[in-house]
């Protein structure tokens, strides 16, 4: 079965790997490890932005990809069979790409637990998934849910 596994670096990521060592001493599992970082800055009239933004953003994005292969590390440890890919984009679309394109039977995501009136009035990567998804959505609630 192949898993799209969505992380973003907050305290449910470690709920999310835990729920993943799990299911991979269940079933055989693949598991694509995604963190999906914002897209690069738009600046009206820099073709890219300035030096200074440049450099802080491709900073932020190497930080990204070391925490992300250091995930994906522990989760080989533990058995997974894993891949970890970082990708930049609108959050929920790129995610549902991914998934579309991996052929992923699943999609696996932590949720932070906002409430209903924040879900409703500003909505949140967890909720524009399991509405745009073609796949099941397993939903891992954070630890202060």
């Not at 990708?87 to 906002?114: C, W, Y």
């Amino acid at each position: 079965m192949k898993i799209l596994a969505a992380v973003d670096f907050s305290p449910v990521t470690e709920q999310v790997l835990q729920t993943l060592v799990q299911m991979a001493a269940t079933f055989p599992a693949q598991v694509s490890l995604v963190h999906v970082a914002p897209p690069d800055p738009a600046f009206v009239g820099y073709e890219a932005g300035p030096d200074a933004v440049r450099g802080q953003v491709a900073a932020e994005l190497h930080a990204s990809h070391r925490k992300l292969q250091a995930l994906a590390d522990r989760l080989r440890a533990s058995g997974v069979d894993v891949t970890a890919l970082q990708l930049q984009g609108p959050t929920v679309a790129t995610l549902l790409a991914e998934a579309k394109r991996l052929g992923a039977a699943l999609i696996v995501l932590g949720s932070h637990g906002h409430g209903a009136v924040y879900e409703l009035l500003v909505g949140g990567a967890a909720e524009g998934v399991v509405r745009g998804s073609k796949v099941p959505v397993l939903l891992v609630p954070s630890p202060h849910d």
